[in-house]
């Protein structure tokens, strides 16, 4: 029994974790600059899903960014179908051609970027408000470049390995 019981724990656990890599897009076209793409005024929509795929809030935003040749400025504005407004200010750091990293109030330590072709991959750990407690939760954070104003953002939130919810955004880049 004990056996079946570890073969399906690493089964599960092998299951939750995503396969892909940003360089699984190193050679497709367009290649998304992310610091090109958000600077200036963006607007974004996005749904927040439970863990089962309910959607639970939706959201519009307003992102403008400044880029001085190495750092990425980004404010976000965030309104929430119940009435709730968050802000962010991003610092984001190109490090090389294909890495970041980046800083805000609510994340904790850094935040590391990747982009390869069309792809821009985000992990961080974010202080989520619930109940009046902030609670850590990791985001793995993709942006895919669908042409030169239009992205698709999808992130997968978790706590101690599990899925906890979904976020998916649209970017239109005036």
Known sequence: ???KFIIFFVIFLTG???NMKPTDFKNQKPRL???EYLSGNV???GVLQNRSGKVT???KADLNGNWDGSILTLNEKFYWNDGEEQTRKWIIKKLDENNYE???SDVV???KGFSYGPAFKFEYVLLVPVKGKNIKIKFDDWIFLQDERVAINRATMTKFGIKVAELTVMFVKN
């Open 43 to 45: 607007k974004a929509w």
């Open 57 to 59: 809030r939706q959201f």
């Open 16 to 18: 939750c974790t995503s």
């Open 109 to 111: 330590g850094k935040a």
């Open 102 to 104: 980046g800083t805000a």
């Open 1 to 3: 029994m004990r056996n």
């Open 33 to 35: 600059i992310i610091e």
